[in-house]
């Protein structure tokens, strides 16, 4: 008989993480440049298909942490003490899905990009970093 061990942190899938800023700032943004963030609710749509490090459960958690290397543009707003990792909303999947998603989440919460590209730069989307006009965390998950 084989023994298979579910491991946690070999999740993969994409995620959208709901964000909230409490007071606003300014913020460059990479090599994108600078933006104003302002009070409210952004959106991040991403993907993470390995295993370990780079596994949904492992990409989740580094996006949590305030302390982290800036890496990816979403990182240029989390690790900011204006603002919180609210809710993360995740689906298991081997296909990387987070274009199809953020392109719903544009059209059905009439989202925009905080700048044009952020988030975005291996794909044509508009932006996979968005801001939303509701503060309601339950309304904007109700409506994706």
Known sequence: MRLFVLRRDALRGTYTLLLACKRPFEVRIGKLGRTNIKRGTYLYTGSALGSGAVSLEQRISRHRRRNKLVRWHVDYLTVRPEVIV??????ESDKRLECHINQRIVSNL???PIIRRAGASDCNCIGHLLSVKSHNPRAIITRL
């Open 110 to 112: 009439k989202a925009k």
């Open 86 to 91: 609210e809710k993360v909303i995740y689906i």
